[in-house]
């Protein structure tokens, strides 16, 4: 399931209060989604790692309630109280068995001993696959038919739209944008301790952020992907010098260069979006379509339906009739 279906899906569930279980393989940003969802509702979220806890941490701790003359549980004070929200247990199956046992009662009848949760809050669950080689148990089966499960897998696509939004360098979103496969290569076969997800390549967009001299930049951008992704991303990246003055095209110097090489295009496409992006006007967009028509068919689409996408409307410009007009044959 892509990553924006399984969003939408999530978003669904999540409103009818269902619990829901997202698989995928490490690094492709679970967590971000599930984040993401309750930042764009407005409501709690609360990121529980049963991993680092013990069975009886859930049900709270034992005392004598002197009024009732028993002994009662006390909930643990990270749980939530009141209001609405997102209760995201990550990496559910690291956790023992024993602690997975203790969330049975929590995930499917919403309550453990004394504890109640609200009534605006869903619970969500994410892990990794038992066969991506992570520290997982198999998950009981008891404890795996209490929620809906949804695989999520890396959509270049889906993931562009994203790091425009997220601000991204464009020398990555390039670089991706050119080599979709470069996006993800995990092999649970592998004793590489680092290879290209998408948490990586946002590893790698703060070392490029960073003013970190070059000579560094290449050890450190190894160390986030691997050598070899490395080696091809730096030189990737060295086409920037080739590009022509972004802001000039912006300002309508529609006389810049056109870059000759299908890398430095791919760049080229990734920086207008992103710099336009910063300031969508519609003095800006009518500027970039008129350069735009100076590209090559496919890299002017790609660079007018990115800027479509992340909800920039040009339709009412008359710049974009004349664009229209010229590429329709590829729309």
């Avoid at 407005?42 to 009886?56: A, E, K, N, V």
């Amino acid at each position: 399931m892509r990553t924006k279906d399984a969003t939408r899906t999530l978003e669904a569930l999540i409103d009818r209060k269902l619990p829901a279980f997202l698989w995928g393989a490490p690094g492709i940003g679970k967590s971000s989604v599930v984040r993401q969802i309750a930042e764009a509702k407005g409501i709690g979220f609360i990121d529980l790692r049963l991993s680092l806890m013990d069975p009886t941490d859930l049900k709270g701790i034992p005392f004598f309630d002197k009024e009732v003359h028993q002994a009662v549980w006390a909930p643990p004070s990270f749980l939530p109280r009141e209001g609405s929200g997102i209760l995201f247990l990550d990496e559910l199956n690291t956790a023992a068995p024993a602690v997975q046992a203790s969330a049975y009662q929590l995930i499917l009848d919403r309550k453990v001993g004394e504890y109640e949760l609200p009534e605006g809050w869903a619970i969500v669950a994410a892990g990794n696959r038992e066969n991506d080689r992570g520290v997982v148990y198999r998950m009981p089966l008891p404890l795996a038919n209490r929620f809906v499960h949804l695989e999520m897998e890396v959509h270049p696509g889906d993931w562009r739209e994203w790091a425009f939004r997220a601000g991204i360098d464009e020398r990555v979103v390039g670089y991706i944008t050119a080599k979709n496969e470069a996006l993800l290569r995990f092999d649970p076969a592998s004793d590489t301790k680092s290879f290209p997800t998408p948490r990586s390549w946002e590893f790698v967009h703060g070392i490029l952020q960073s003013g970190m001299p070059p000579e560094l930049a290449l050890g450190a951008v190894a160390g986030a992907v691997g050598e070899e992704t490395a080696v091809d991303f730096m030189a990737f990246a060295k086409v920037m010098h080739r590009l022509p003055n972004i802001p000039a095209v912006l300002a309508g110097d529609t006389s810049q260069d056109v870059p000759d090489t299908p890398d430095a295009l791919h760049v080229l496409a990734s920086a207008l979006v992103s710099k336009t992006l910063e300031a969508p006007t519609d003095e800006t967009v009518e500027h970039l379509l008129a350069y735009t028509l100076r590209l090559p068919p496919e890299f002017a689409v790609m660079t007018v339906q990115d800027l479509q996408r992340a909800g920039v409307a040009m339709e009412h410009l008359d710049m974009y009739g004349k664009w229209v007009e010229r590429f329709a044959y590829l729309l």
